[in-house]
């Protein structure tokens, strides 16, 4: 039962409380009354109204159905919550508290049978799924219940698989979220790259994430809002890049661990920490560019949109892949700018592909269930902008992480305009 079912009940019931008098009366013998045209039309187009709202909300407001991976392998999923001892959480008063980060990972794994329990999206859950659903809506805003659908998904992972046999170690890409965003807002484009050999390691960022669920039961909402003063704003942007870019930097110690088997889990021996790539959507992006920048053991930078929110950019040896919608001056005069100014600084070949028909949100899982106005998603079908995303992610990666032999540059500029940015033209 989904909320969309209840106008078509309302236009019914108005229909029958006209109907069932009227056939009570031919039953009987009785004369049937006549309800006067200028009563009965308005009244028929209501009832047609209400029962036309029911299938039209389920279409804009759909259950998601993820996309197949196409890649040859299975996909698992685990989540772990790791606490940062040297660094303290600054969003609480609380003097012993110390800075805490959800991960999820996304894992090549081995095959299961048709029967084997998908994993629920947006959490490990239902109840974390709901939860999430409400945080997320909460944040942007609207009723809850609008979103009902989301939290029946299943995705194509399996929770705890067992991870893929006989493989090299793979490698890894840690994934950083828009600002309220939550760490599987990508959950499409994270087993895209999973299927193709890749761990993908995506944070929830507590206090800035509209939603965490911890280890110990409590549950964190968070609900960021402008100010409405652009320096103010500038300056809270810039302190929530500093903590997403400090997050990342400690995953990435903490996989380490994980690879070496200073922390159990079962990705130890199958993580090549020498082929590591940071990734992120919209502040998440700005947060992975600063990371880079900051920490030189990442190897290659994937920004999804994101305004890079590093104050003081400087040259950073690592190549980038900036995905962005079509941005002109009319409407941010600086993000272009600033994002070219940030990859001319690559001491490698980096690329901006500008997506024709996409908007800021096509680079996450939104299109799959959000309605289809093109502001919001874009312009093209519910699965082009998350497998753009992926197809590009994927040819990227093999070329950086895995020196595959390919015109990058020719494969990039199928899915949009690309501008190159070479070493030596800085």
């Given amino acids: 039962m989904r909320w969309q079912f209840f106008p078509v009940c309302a ?59 196409s890649g040859p392998l299975a996909v698992g999923t685990s989540v772990m919550e790791w606490t940062d001892p040297d660094r303290p959480e600054t969003a609480t008063p609380e003097p012993g508290d110390r800075r805490r980060v959800v991960v999820q990972f996304w894992y090549p794994a081995e095959k299961t049978s048709a029967e084997a329990q998908r994993a629920q999206y947006l959490g490990r859950t239902e109840h974390e799924a709901r939860t999430v659903v409400d945080g997320l809506a909460n944040y942007v805003g609207v009723p809850g219940f609008l979103l009902d659908g989301v939290p029946r998904a299943r995705t194509h992972s399996v929770f705890n698989a067992m991870v893929a046999k006989g493989r090299e170690r793979f490698p890894v890409v840690l994934f950083s979220p828009g600002l309220g965003g939550v760490r599987t807002q990508n959950t499409a484009w994270a087993e895209e790259l999973a299927s193709h050999g890749f761990v993908v390691v995506a944070l929830d960022h507590p206090y800035d994430s509209a939603v965490v669920e911890l280890a110990d039961g409590r549950t964190i909402r968070t609900k960021v809002a402008a100010t409405g003063d652009a320096d103010k704003d500038e300056k809270l942007s810039v302190g929530w890049t500093k903590v997403r870019a400090a997050d990342l930097s400690f995953v990435r110690t903490q996989l380490g661990r994980l690879e070496r088997g200073e922390i159990a889990g079962p990705l130890t021996g199958h993580l090549d920490m020498n082929r590591v790539a940071v990734s992120g959507h919209s502040l998440g992006g700005g947060a992975a560019l600063q990371a880079a920048r900051q920490d030189h053991r990442f190897d ?123 070493p030596d033209s800085r």
């Fill in 300 to 422: 290659a930078v994937i920004n999804l949109d994101g305004y890079p929110g590093d104050p003081n950019p400087q040259a950073f040896p690592e190549p980038v892949l900036a995905l962005t919608q079509a941005v002109g001056p009319d409407t941010d005069p600086d993000y272009i700018p600033r994002l070219t100014r940030v990859l001319k600084l690559s001491g490698a070949t980096s690329y901006r592909l500008t997506v024709p028909g996409a908007a800021h949100l096509s680079f996450t899982d939104s299109p799959l269930y959000m309605p289809p106005i093109p502001s919001l998603v874009g312009s093209f079908d519910r699965s082009t902008g998350p497998r753009i995303t992926a197809a590009a992610s994927v040819a990227f990666l093999d070329a950086t992480l895995r020196h595959k032999p390919k015109d990058l540059a020719t494969v990039l500029s199928a899915y949009g305009e690309l501008t190159t940015y070479h």
């Fill in 11 to 69: 236009g019914a019931a108005i229909a029958f409380s006209f109907t069932i008098p009227s056939l009570l009366r031919h039953r009987s013998g009785r004369p049937e009354r006549r309800v006067r045209w200028w009563l009965a039309l308005p009244g028929s187009v209501a009832c047609l109204g209400l029962i036309a709202v029911g299938p039209v909300a389920a279409w804009a407001l759909p259950v998601p159905s993820f996309p197949q991976p």
